[in-house]
């Protein structure tokens, strides 16, 4: 199924359970069963945004940050139409980089060349315009080759907190952001992968969707920070809200094998997943390939999260909504 036919399906379901939920009022109230239509986009679109979506561009900003006591970095790349819509606000994807990393890498042009990809998926309407931020994922340690950086909150600094929360904060206060958790996403490749899901499950009141390329999911610093451990302690209305997911390349086995068992127990405790395995390996290639498969996956939960507050207002029940709309896909 493709987008397009997955999208008509999705809205008619979602109009079939309205209508059906109003059926026995809606001689009294005619007009109810299509106000999920009329109601205001939440989510911006392409028809209020500029003509193209070409030629996104990209800056490094700085912040002052006191968790981690230095000035510290990050990308960002704004949606077309950003300012010729000042009374628009925007969903928002962080990405993150890997081992060896920095806020550039998903930008340029030999490793993840992202912008061109949020391009496409604009232009075809698989992902709605967003805001797009590339933390600085290292430590106090600073960038290494002969190390990953740790996502966590250790003795090398509290980057979980740094990234899930106080680079939150301060991309709230600097831009137009829709603050729901549901329109906020964060992924990332390699080590960044496991730090995407590790941050963001560390950091629910601002994430619902996690991704991951070719990551990992046991953590040598133990259970508070491997996911397939953690995840199990998180508590069961915040796993209800969870939309996870996971690719990797088939030639990494280990990775692969991480992500099996890590949807082993996602799928235990009925948590929303997907994971996906492509051919390829550890490398820019692959996870340029696959960038866009894993920004369809959040475009479509911005959609589907829309949707439910739109029918929440409504006072239709949310959880019929999301049901239908996930065994879409």
Not at 31 to 44: A, C, Y
Not at 63 to 76: A, E, L, N, W
Not at 109 to 122: F, P, W
Not at 297 to 315: C, M, N, P, S, Y
């Amino acid at each position: 199924m493709n987008y397009k036919q997955s999208k008509i399906l999705l809205l008619f379901s979602v109009l079939t359970l309205v209508s059906c939920n109003f059926s026995q009022s809606v001689v009294a109230k005619p007009s109810q069963h299509q106000d999920l239509q009329t109601t205001p986009s939440v989510l911006p679109t392409q028809s209020n945004t500029s003509n193209s979506a070409t030629f996104l561009t990209y800056k490094i900003e700085i912040y002052d940050s006191h968790v981690m006591g230095v000035i510290r970095t990050y990308g960002v790349s704004l949606p077309p139409g950003y300012e010729q819509n000042p009374k628009q606000s925007y969903p928002v994807i962080f990405l993150l980089h890997g081992g060896h990393g920095n806020p550039t890498d998903w930008f340029i042009q030999n490793k993840g060349q992202a912008l061109k990809t949020v391009e496409q998926l604009y232009t075809t309407g698989k992902l709605p315009p967003s805001i797009i931020i590339t933390p600085d994922g290292n430590d106090k340690r600073g960038s290494s080759p002969y190390r990953d950086p740790e996502y966590i909150d250790g003795p090398n600094g509290k980057i979980s907190t740094a990234v899930g929360d106080e680079l939150v904060k301060v991309v709230q206060s600097r831009y137009r952001t829709l603050n729901n958790p549901d329109f906020w996403a964060i992924g990332g490749l390699s080590s960044g992968g496991w730090g995407a899901v590790n941050v963001g499950l560390h950091n629910l009141d601002h994430f619902s969707i996690l991704f991951s390329h070719s990551g990992y999911f046991q953590d040598k610093s133990g259970p508070i920070n491997s996911p397939i451990t953690y995840i199990k302690t998180i508590p069961l209305q915040a796993q209800k809200r969870l939309r996870i997911y996971l690719d990797s390349g088939k030639s990494d086995t280990e990775e692969i094998d991480e992500a099996k068992r890590f949807t082993e127990v996602l799928n235990k405790l009925k948590i929303y997943n997907l994971f996906r395995q492509f051919p390829g390996s550890h490398t820019w290639q692959y996870w340029r390939e696959h960038l866009a498969d894993s920004l369809t996956f959040v475009g479509e939960q911005f959609r589907v999260a829309e949707i439910a507050h739109k029918a929440d207002k409504l006072g239709v029940n949310q959880k019929k909504i999301l049901k239908i709309t996930r065994n879409l896909h």
